[in-house]
């Protein structure tokens, strides 16, 4: 399976809450909902309708999938809502358990979690979409397990707030495979990891 994340974004990196004010106020941080503003249906709509319906399922961080069971648990009447409620979904807590599942959702423990997400990402299917979920996507990207991002980054600093991408010191190289620029200003950029070259063994001659 493909691994897709798709998010909103800043200029300086934060992906913290960017649907309503109480979203995630972790940190203190106070600028929820700031992505509205800057909502082009036209071109960002289809974004998330592609990812959807590429989709074999979702998979989630333990907030950010509470925060969706809580919004679209039991809506319908659209494609989107549909799509939401169908897919079969994962969701990587320590603190979750069977009974607390809901939403057509299984549980990947966290303490074996790069372990299960490496086999569902070995196995055969099509894309495993990641929404949200900062800090399961900071580990993905950490243990290569990330096959592409669609990032809309807007024209907004934040200031401060989660980010997606590892601060280990590692240093990481994507590709540029597509970018859209809309009305308002936002950058619709999706982005492929180039993996790291295969290191050929050269015997060493010495003369």
Avoid at 29 to 58: C, I, K, N, T
Avoid at 87 to 99: A, C, E, F, W
Avoid at 190 to 201: C, E, F, G, N
Wanted: hydrophobic share 40%.
């Amino acid at each position: 399976m493909r691994i897709v994340v798709v998010a909103y974004m800043s200029l300086d990196g934060v992906v913290q809450a960017p649907n309503h004010p109480e979203e995630d106020t972790d940190g203190g941080f106070a600028h929820g909902g700031w992505s509205h503003r800057f909502y082009d249906p036209e071109v960002m709509g289809p974004v998330f309708g592609e990812a959807m319906q590429g989709a074999a399922a979702l998979l989630f961080g333990k907030h950010t999938w509470q925060a969706f069971a809580a919004a679209w648990s039991g809506r319908a009447g659209d494609t989107f809502s549909s799509l939401m409620t169908t897919l079969p979904k994962y969701v990587v807590s320590s603190t979750l358990g069977d009974d607390d599942l809901t939403w057509n959702t299984k549980l990947i423990p966290g303490d074996g979690a790069v372990a299960d997400i490496s086999k569902l990402h070995k196995a055969a299917g099509g894309e495993l979409v990641v929404l949200g979920s900062p800090r399961l996507v900071q580990t993905l990207l950490r243990e290569h397990l990330v096959d592409e991002l669609r990032l809309m980054i807007e024209p907004v600093l934040l200031g401060g707030g989660k980010r997606i991408f590892p601060d280990d010191g590692g240093m990481r190289t994507l590709e540029l495979v597509s970018t859209v620029t809309t009305a308002t200003g936002v950058n619709v950029c999706t982005y492929r990891p180039v993996r790291p070259p295969t290191r050929i063994q050269v015997p060493l001659i010495v003369q």
